[in-house]
């Protein structure tokens, strides 16, 4: 948390008043929805999408009112995806804490998502920018798309790395990439910062999801799921994906995988054929090659303070821990 400080310095003094708006936005009169409310904000989260917004507003001129505002619509949003996750996902840790599912059952989460996602519509659309409404509309759309995706390339077992790549583009980097997005609008930039941003933001996305994947291969408490969950799911992630593509051995797994016979020595079979096979290392260079193209846009931006701190948050996107 002390990084993300040092990043959120040259706004460090709007950040905070995201959090606010967040929990004024979240009111109700319904005592368990407010008791569901109270879970989530005692939830240690990093809040790194707002942050993203309100840098990229200041990089790009000024943080504005409205840009704070925006930046609670989008931990709303964000919210929400977590808790519809933790459902379909059967999870029960979220940041190191018993996730809201596990506390209360699938139709309390469910109907608490619901409310979120309600509730950052409305604000957006009191706040009378239809161009933003729309980006805000949009994007909640491709995270649906992006996780009915993700279960039908599960089904399918799909091996297509350019259908993998649209998936996190839909399911990941699109609400990151709206983020940088609408900071860069709110402060008035011309369209091609917009632009600039709105594709900094899209691979800093790539580079979220990628380092997500390589996590799945590792065993470390701090990460918060078992090594292997993603393959357990049927979830081909890239390091696994590439090998599969790659390696002569990958009619053997291919197998295992058509059968879904996900035994704990056949993930431990699957997590090691990947390491073998250089699944890591393409994950890793395809993770590097994005935090490159996202640090050479931002580049383009006038040097300052913020700007500095996107540059820094690109570093933490794609090196984080957990």
Known sequence: MTEILKIAEPVKD??????????????????????????????????????????????????TPQAIEYGAVIEMLHTATLIHDDVIDE???????TSLNAVYDNRISVLTG????????????????????NMVSNVCRALSEGEMMEIDNAGRHSLDEDNYMKMIRKKTASLISVCA???????????????ACRTFGEYLGYCFQIKDDIFDYYDDAAIGKPTGNDIREGKITLPLLYALNTSAEAEHFCNIIERQDFTPDNVAALIDFAKRSGGIEYAKKMLSDYKSKAKELINTLHDSDARNSLLLLADYFADRKY
């Open 14 to 63: 709007v950040f905070c008043l995201c959090r606010d708006e967040f929990l004024k936005i979240l009111n109700s009169e319904t005592p368990l929805l407010q008791s569901t409310i109270a879970h989530i904000m005692n939830t240690k989260g990093k809040r790194i999408r707002p942050l993203l917004l309100l840098l990229t507003a200041k990089a790009c001129g000024k943080v």
């Open 91 to 97: 999870t029960k840790q979220r940041r190191g804490r």
């Open 114 to 133: 619901d409310f979120l996602f309600a509730g950052a519509l409305q604000k957006a659309c009191e706040m009378g920018n239809l161009f933003i409404v």
């Open 181 to 195: 997005e609408i900071g860069a609008v709110s402060a008035g930039a011309s369209p091609e910062i917009i632009s």
